[in-house]
């Protein structure tokens, strides 16, 4: 089954908190961005992986010189399960992310193409470009867009058997019958404001959860 990915930007720690305890029987990951990380701290990473037990994923799109990419995966990856840099600032910035994974067991997940209107812009020409260095390099998984189901299934074409981390469904209005019909059981989708703006964030992760379930 594709898995489901709550992107956790709210900026209330109760909040987030609460979102993860209401959702979590239907989610599989959670993906804590700036916005929760800025609004608390750090180590709010920590207490959501202990209270939901949950594979978590920092998604601090890293695009800095080996030695500063360094330094945030040390700090990210002592209680994230894995972290999303940007693969644009070239090889060895995306390596020394991974030196630091291996380490500790933990994953590395490289952006693609962005699944804005503005990512046509500078992020879709070197897309492909993007796939095949995560390929090159090996990453644990890709982000690649919901948005734009052709884009998806070229980038998975290229990426082959790595995991894709899709975000674009719901508030982005990604379709997501299109996209389950690309992507693979061990692929994930991405949903954030649909699930935790929404009047029930557990009745709107119960009711993605059933889509996946039923392949739509
Ligand atoms: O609220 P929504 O469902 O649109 O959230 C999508 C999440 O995925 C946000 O956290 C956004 O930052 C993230 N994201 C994205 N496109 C990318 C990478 C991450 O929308 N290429």
Redesign the pocket.
């Given at each position: 089954m594709v898995k489901l990915m709550l992107?956790l930007?709210v900026m209330d720690k109760n909040k987030a908190l609460e979102i993860v305890k209401e959702t979590s029987e239907y989610i599989d990951a959670i993906?804590i961005?700036y916005?929760l990380v800025l609004a608390t701290d750090l180590k709010i990473v920590k207490e959501i992986k202990e209270l939901s037990n949950k594979e978590i994923i920092c998604?601090f799109?890293v695009a800095d010189i080996p030695s500063t990419n360094e330094k945030i995966a040390k700090l990210t990856l002592q209680y994230a399960d894995g972290i999303?840099c940007h693969g644009f600032v070239g090889e060895d910035s995306v390596k020394a992310i991974q030196n630091i994974a291996k380490e500790n067991n933990k994953k590395v997940i490289m952006?693609?193409?962005?699944?804005?209107p503005g990512?046509v812009m500078f992020m879709q020409p070197i897309a492909n470009e993007l796939a095949k260095l995560a390929k090159k390099l090996g990453v644990d998984g890709v982000?690649?867009?919901s948005t734009r189901p052709e884009r998806l299934k070229e980038i998975k074409e290229i990426v082959g058997e790595i995991s894709i981390?899709s975000?674009?469904?719901?508030?982005?209005g990604g379709d997501l019958e299109k996209v389950l019909r690309i992507l693979s059981n061990d692929d994930y989708i991405?949903?954030?404001?649909?699930?935790?703006?929404s009047e029930s964030p557990k009745e709107s992760a119960k009711m993605y959860k059933e889509k996946l379930k039923n392949n739509f």
């Open positions: 992107a930007d993906k961005g916005p998604d799109k999303i952006v693609t193409e962005m699944s804005h990512a982000v690649a867009p981390i975000p674009g469904i719901g508030a982005q991405i949903v954030g404001r649909s699930i935790y703006n």
